[in-house]
Each structure stands twice: as structure tokens, then as C-alpha cells.
């Protein structure tokens, strides 16, 4: 059973940071295809970041700069690094691991940017 259970998320003041993880199981992690996505209230998902199993990442233009995505494959965790937050990043943060051609997601944890 593919599992992925994030973590790291609470309130943090404009300009702080956050790390997230992502613990996985179930799958060959060191093969899949990991993303962030994150969902705003009262918006659609918006994809933040994705990271390949070679280890090459895309991020969208919005956190560019500010969040990094990294992945460390001995652990089965994905994490997100997250500096210069904004309150525009208020959102819940969703890791998404794609599997033999499926796609499998978390519950999300919260992170709540303000002062």
C-alpha cells in the first residue's frame, strides 16, 4: 500500500521558514517522480515543485529562489524547504509521488504565513 505522510507545517511570521517532509512507503521511492502542489483557501491546486529520480527539480516561478525541493532516497522522504515565506503562501501542501504510472497523494499539512 503506497503511503505518504507529510509533516512540518504550523504558523510561521512573514519572512520565516519552514521545512516539510514527506515520509513514503509502499513503492520504489527512489524511482517515482515526487511534487508538492498546494491549495490556498478557496483556490485550486497549484503545483509548487517536483523533483525526478535523477535528482533534477522544476519549481513554479512563484517560489523560485524561496523554496527548494530535495529528496534523500536511503530515507524514502521527499522535503521542502521553504525561506522568505509570504502570507500568499498560506496554504495546505500536498507531496504527490507518481508510481508506474499512477498518482498517489498525502493528506497535506497546513502552513498558516502571518503575523
Known amino acids: 500500500e503506497v503511503q505518504l505522510v507529510e509533516s512540518g507545517g504550523g504558523l510561521v511570521q512573514p519572512g520565516g521558514s519552514l521545512r516539510l517532509s514527506c515520509a513514503a512507503s509502499?513503492?520504489?521511492?527512489?524511482?517515482?517522480?515526487m511534487t508538492w502542489v498546494r491549495q490556498a483557501p478557496g483556490k485550486g491546486l497549484e503545483w509548487v515543485s517536483t523533483?525526478?529520480?535523477?535528482?533534477?527539480?522544476n519549481s513554479a516561478d512563484s517560489v523560485k529562489g524561496r523554496f527548494t525541493i530535495s529528496r534523500d532516497n536511503a530515507k524514502n522522504t521527499v522535503y521542502l524547504q521553504m525561506n522568505s515565506l509570504k502570507p500568499e503562501d498560506t496554504a495546505v501542501y500536498v507531496c504527490?509521488?507518481?508510481?508506474?504510472?499512477?498518482?498517489?497523494r498525502g493528506q497535506g499539512t497546513q502552513v498558516t504565513v502571518s503575523s
Open positions: 504527490n509521488a507518481d508510481v508506474n504510472g499512477r498518482r498517489f
Open positions: 509502499g513503492f520504489t521511492f527512489s524511482r517515482s517522480v
Open positions: 523533483i525526478y529520480n535523477g535528482g533534477s527539480t
